[in-house]
């Protein structure tokens, strides 16, 4: 588990890249009245006005007793927690993630080396690509899991407030139900993406798109069946 000792807790949102992990944290900055960080690049930490109001963990109801922050990661190492801190995973479907992923490699704030690698990578054909994209969601995946509450992207999308009310209920038994639907209403899509619906694309928003099976809509039929054969192979399970 984890090793290092600190009398700060901390609430961790950990979840492969493109996954919905600024949301979540967004979410439980909110609910739990503690600042968000983002641990992996300070320049990311939000800059509008309305959303730093709502994370800065200064809210009117009370904050979560003996934590200190909500941070999100993306790295695998748990040399950064600390022993009584607290990880909440999120999980999305990882056709999904690959579509986000594509969109985000083509994004100026993505890293040049990763995107450099993805390119060549993809020089191999689409079947090499998602092989090894699967492998290290997976992977990701498998190092936290054991560690952490799982929280379905799909899951939180569909009911909203009672599913967060029911995952975060595991940490803090008081917390009231109004204050995670607030978050849930504070934090819409809508909002997030200067007005626009769930299901309307702007591919060079960060928020692109707000919804679950737009891989249906992206994929090619070979893309699809790769996907197929990989999950079928692994210990997760998707519709298809």
């Known amino acids: 588990m984890l090793k290092n000792q600190?009398?700060?807790?901390?609430i961790?949102?950990?979840?492969?890249?493109?996954?919905?992990?600024?949301w979540l944290?967004?979410?439980l900055s909110f609910s739990f009245n503690l600042r968000y960080i983002d641990y992996d690049d300070d320049l990311k930490t939000p800059k509008k006005k309305?959303?730093?109001?709502?994370?800065?963990g200064t809210l009117n109801h009370k904050s979560l007793k003996d934590y200190s922050y909500v941070k999100?990661?993306?790295?695998?190492k748990r040399g950064i927690l600390n022993t009584n801190d607290y990880i909440f995973y999120m999980k999305r479907d990882p056709r999904d993630v690959y579509v986000s992923y594509n969109y985000f490699m083509k994004q100026k704030s993505s890293g040049f080396l990763g995107k450099i690698k993805y390119f060549i990578i993809g020089l191999f054909g689409k079947k090499i690509r998602i092989r090894w994209f699967f492998k290290k969601w997976q992977k990701h995946i498998e190092f936290w899991e054991n560690d952490s509450i799982i929280i379905d992207y799909e899951?939180?999308?569909k009911y909203g407030h009672k599913y967060l009310?029911?995952?975060?209920?595991?940490?803090?038994k008081d917390i009231e139900i109004n204050i995670i639907k607030e978050a849930i209403e504070n934090f819409k899509f809508k909002k997030l993406s200067n007005g626009r619906s769930s299901g309307q694309e702007d591919s060079?928003?960060?928020?692109?798109?707000?919804?679950?099976?737009?891989?249906?809509?992206?994929?090619?039929?070979?893309?699809?069946e790769e996907f197929k054969r990989l999950i079928n192979r692994s210990n997760f399970q998707y519709d298809f």
């Open 6 to 10: 600190n009398s700060k807790k901390v």
């Open 12 to 22: 961790w949102v950990i979840g492969f890249p493109k996954s919905g992990n600024t």
């Open 25 to 27: 944290s967004y979410l």
């Open 50 to 56: 309305w959303i730093k109001n709502f994370t800065s």
């Open 72 to 76: 999100k990661t993306h790295k695998q």
């Open 155 to 157: 899951d939180l999308l």
């Open 165 to 172: 009310h029911k995952k975060i209920k595991s940490l803090e």
């Open 204 to 224: 060079k928003n960060f928020f692109r798109k707000g919804i679950s099976g737009d891989w249906k809509n992206k994929l090619s039929n070979q893309e699809i």
